[in-house]
């Protein structure tokens, strides 16, 4: 009995060791001593690489981070930095090139599709796992002799971290055949990653899609620099010292 007590507090005096060297690395996910937040610095952000047939704007946490800065043609991939905190909340409006009276494009002449896949160097990928809503649909039937298009107007709040997306349905995955993606996609890593949309890859034009990450993917455990703004980080710059 008294062995078993021994091993069990030399189990907990190796995780308390174990513990407090973690909380010298840079990624430990600990702050310095004193309840002081270090200032981040760019080994702390991860890479977020998305690519949309055609175009999209994306939400994380609340706040707008990435905005594809080509609307329709050509297809090209967005990269940014990102400082990642957990749970995270990822929310994107994705586009189809249409017309909004419509739902066509090229004068009219076409329906085109579209496609939406993401990876960010923490390991989150997009998959059937994020949920999915289409605004916007069309032409109804596939007819474009009399095409039509219905709308739903933008929930109000639908990036915000607390937004209520229960009523959504799971987004459905697409193969790459299916999507048919240009160049850029395939210069980029997007190994473990779905093309998503909602159930019409041809007739729903505006789709949203949320997701959680409880925790990083990769089990990093990355400092949580939210309220930065709040707080006297460590290290003050020296009076005159630009930084
Ligand atoms: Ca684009
Ligand atoms: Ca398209």
Do not use: C
Request: charge should be negative; aromatic fraction near 10%; charged fraction near 25%.
């Amino acid at each position: 009995m008294k062995n078993l007590l021994n091993i069990a507090l030399a189990a907990i005096a190796l995780l308390v060791g174990i513990r407090a060297v973690e909380g010298l690395g840079p990624n430990s996910g600990q702050q310095p001593p004193g309840g002081r937040i270090r200032k981040p610095q760019m080994n702390d952000t991860i890479k977020a690489s998305m690519y949309a047939d055609n175009n999209f704007m994306l939400y994380v946490n609340g706040e707008l981070v990435a905005v594809d800065s080509i609307s329709f043609v050509p297809h090209n991939v967005i990269t940014v930095d990102l400082l990642p905190a957990y749970p995270m909340t990822i929310a994107v409006m994705a586009r189809d090139n249409a017309d909004p009276k419509t739902g066509m494009e090229y004068a009219n002449t076409n329906i085109g599709d579209a496609g939406f896949i993401l990876k960010f160097g923490d390991g989150t990928v997009t998959s059937s796992a994020w949920k999915a809503k289409s605004i916007f649909h069309g032409p109804v039937d596939r007819d474009t002799k009399n095409p039509r298009v219905t709308t739903e107007p933008l929930p109000e709040n639908w990036f915000a971290v607390d937004f209520d997306d229960s009523s959504w349905k799971q987004a459905n995955e697409y193969s790459e055949e299916e999507v048919d993606p240009k160049q850029p996609y395939f210069d980029t890593d997007f190994s473990g990653a779905k093309f998503i949309w909602s159930d019409d890859i041809a007739l729903d034009n505006t789709v949203l899609f949320r997701h959680v990450v409880a925790a990083p993917p990769d089990g990093v455990q990355r400092p949580d620099f939210r309220n930065l703004n709040n707080v006297v980080p460590d290290s003050p710059p020296k009076k005159g010292k630009k930084r």
